[in-house]
């Protein structure tokens, strides 16, 4: 059995449909699917999900909502209308987007992952009465019935271990496809809680585990996951298998295909992964396998890089013989709920790396204020100019001379590294450079590696 999951641009109109019920109907073990919320139709196109949050939005402010509202039922009305849907199917549809704002949530954060949850939730329940009507043996399977429970914040949920067994109590006939709605389940007290975005991934691969499936087949917009960036390097090589690892090394630097979290149950359920095109299904895709027994066909398996980021510098002598100095830190860290990514240290010096989207420049200060305070350092500098390159492939492991390799390549392209830092998986090497050299480094490290690509 196959877990099948579309992304919002395969599933953004009447056509997007057609195309993905297809690839549907194409393999009978394509049993369960799960579907994301109507992504854009064209360029300068909103997405479903942008306008829930417009809709959540307005009713937070007590602002009107009702051209929203239509907005959004338009988006599903269009749809149906492709397929010839009864009346009474976009009825409910309808009522239930009506409805949004009278039922009860614990607080704001509460009321806005329902409302975008309904994205998802309501074109899975299309698409299962679209796939009525083209006569297929099609049932909408709601998280909360289906048992998907999670725990963390309403808007950045994970799940609970006990969704598994719930999962695997599902019945269904041999004939039968399950359509589930992406990206949120229910938290023991009944309310909606979303993933963090794009988390339609991360349902997919927690029902892949749950069903014990054979592959989880991710349907998006590209033919496979690519070496690097397409818009900063022209025709990259795709990759055609690549390991959890190298996925997850990859996704933390910028790789956007796939979310990094849905590789999680994925692992957990030593189960395959195919990103494919719902454009282009006969290509073969990206296969993202286990660890376990592969065999790297080169040295560097993809590069990625991101422009978010903000380090903090210190410098202290004598850091190395102070017991506690980096806990210090960390508890301060801790203390305002800022998360850090990196901490490559020296003797003398640390520098922390922060996704710089989740720290304010109030907070930078009163962060910058209390380290200086309760450490002491000799120096402490705040780099707002930051960004991280990520080269990653399972064919570095005790390769000689890769970072070599990639300082030389540098140099030679007059970039500057301000930090290098190699994973302890090595397979991995990161790189900090400034913002401006970021996609000139990741093109002259691609070119070291790939010169005929």
Known sequence: ????????????????????????????????VVTSAPGKRFQDDIKVTDLLINYAN????????????????????????????????????????VELPSRDYPNDDYLMAAFKAHGERLNARLMAAVLQKLGVNARFVDPKDAGIIVDGEPNNAIVDPQ???????????????????????????????????????ITGAIL???????????????????????????DPQPIRRMTYREMRELSYAGFSVFH???LIPAIQGNIVVNVKNTHAPEKPGTLIVPNQGFKPEQIVTGIA????????????YLLNREAGFTLKILEILNKYGVPYEHMPSGIDDITIIFDRKLISDDMVQTICDEVKATVNPDSLEWIDDYAVIMVVGEGMFNKVGVAA????????????ISMINQGASRISIMIGTYKKDADDAIRAIYQHFFPNK
């Open 1 to 32: 059995m196959k877990v099948v999951k579309f992304g919002g641009s395969s599933l953004a109109n009447g056509d997007a449909f057609e195309q993905a019920i297809q690839i549907i109907n194409a393999e009978p073990d394509r049993q369960v």
């Open 405 to 416: 390799g990639i300082f030389d390549e540098l140099a030679a392209h007059n970039i500057r």
């Open 305 to 316: 890089g991101g422009k978010h980021y903000a380090a903090l510098y210190l410098h202290k």
């Open 260 to 262: 990094d979290e849905a």
């Open 58 to 97: 307005a009713v937070i402010k007590k602002a009107d909502y009702s051209a929203v509202q239509n907005e959004i039922f338009s988006r599903y009305e269009e749809i149906g209308a492709h397929f010839g849907v009864a009346k009474a199917a976009l009825s409910t549809i309808h009522q239930i987007i």
């Open 163 to 201: 969704t598994y067994v719930n999962l695997s109590h599902i019945k269904y006939s041999n004939d039968e496809k399950l359509i589930f709605p992406g990206f949120f389940g229910f938290t023991i007290d009944g309310n909606i809680a979303t993933f963090s975005r794009g988390g339609s991934d």
């Open 208 to 234: 892949a585990r749950g069903f014990d499936a054979d592959l989880y087949e991710n349907f998006t917009d590209v033919d496979a996951i690519f070496s690097a960036n397409p818009a900063i390097v022209k």
